[in-house]
């Protein structure tokens, strides 16, 4: 599998190419930017939220099955 170290190396940005990606930003967007911004935040919030309830539904589902299981125990 992949070493981690290697991975995150290969996302790691150095001061000059963030100001490459800024100077790109602003050529593209322009004076859109600021709502670019917003509407990336609020998507990650989505993501967020999503990922949250999917973990949620998942943890529930666990202790429904162990609350079974636990019931079925007592019953033999």
């Given at each position: ?21 800024g ?54």
């Amino acid at each position: 599998m992949f070493e981690v170290p290697s991975l995150l190396a290969l996302f790691s940005l150095g001061p000059y190419e963030l100001v490459a990606i800024g100077v790109a930003a602003v050529l593209l967007f322009g004076r859109r930017l600021p709502e670019v911004g917003r509407s990336l935040g609020r998507g990650i919030v989505e993501l967020k939220k999503g990922l949250r309830g999917v973990a949620d539904e998942i943890e529930s589902s666990d202790q429904e099955e162990q609350t079974k299981s636990k019931n079925d125990d007592e019953k033999l």
